[in-house]
């Protein structure tokens, strides 16, 4: 009979090392303790980050020649807009004036001035919104006169049948008589009609007076002075 050794199996282990998770984590001190730590950063002059605004950077190169685009843009609009806004007024005032010429015919050997000067005279003692201004169209048929007696502006031709000087009167020699037998008749027509607007004005405001101060001819009720203390509104 053989015999047979009872004995027990012994398990050896060998020791194993901690790994990772196994090992207990490692605190440091001096980022967990705060206590241990100092309370603020040592300030070192050599050691400080220089503080930059961004002022500069704002005003790039971009973003100048963008505002270089955008001024561009504004004036060109802004005088295309007042250029056509200038077009459209030129062009109304030259369709109103031939509405007036067609209302009331000037010679066309006069200038444009002095043509000028005969529609407004007219237009001013008979105009469409009923508000007749005879100082102003006695202004306009005085300057009128004095255009066409003068050489120098539509007068070629004409001349003074004498030499005498009114000292009453505003400018020397306006009421002096004229020759005018070279003219044409519609130079005559144009003549005549202008002595009688003139004549017309001064009938109706005969007796105003002149406000220097704010340059308006008006009646005498209405200014006020030393002889009218009170003016009527």
Not at 37 to 56: D, E, M, Y
Not at 94 to 102: A, G, S
Not at 125 to 143: M, Q, Y
Request: charge should be positive; aromatic fraction near 10%; proline fraction near 9%.
């Amino acid at each position: 009979m053989r015999h047979r050794l009872v004995g027990r199996h012994v398990q050896v282990s060998t020791p194993r090392t901690p790994t990772l998770r196994t090992r207990l984590p490692c605190l440091r001190t001096f980022t967990h303790c705060t206590q241990l730590t100092t309370n603020s950063r040592p300030n070192l002059p050599f050691l400080a980050i220089p503080v930059t605004t961004n002022g500069v950077r704002n005003f790039t190169t971009e973003r100048r020649q963008w505002l270089k685009h955008e001024a561009k843009l504004a004036v060109r609009y802004t005088a295309s807009f007042w250029g056509l806004l200038a077009c459209f007024g030129v062009i109304l005032f030259f369709v109103n004036e031939e509405r007036l010429e067609q209302e009331y015919p000037t010679p066309h050997e006069w200038g444009w001035m002095t043509r000028k000067f005969l529609r407004d005279s007219n237009n001013s003692k008979t105009p469409k919104n009923g508000e007749v201004n005879w100082p102003w169209s006695f202004e306009l048929a005085r300057g009128l006169v004095l255009r066409l007696e003068d050489p120098k502006v539509d007068g070629q031709g004409v001349t003074k049948l004498t030499d005498r000087v009114d000292p009453e009167a505003e400018i020397p020699g306006e009421f002096n008589p004229c020759d005018i037998s070279g003219k044409s008749e519609e130079w005559r027509r144009g003549y005549f009609e202008a002595i009688m607007l003139a004549a017309k004005g001064a009938e109706h405001v005969d007796g105003w007076v002149r406000d220097l101060a704010r340059n308006i001819i008006s009646p005498p009720e209405f200014v006020i002075g030393p002889s009218n203390p009170r003016p009527t509104p």
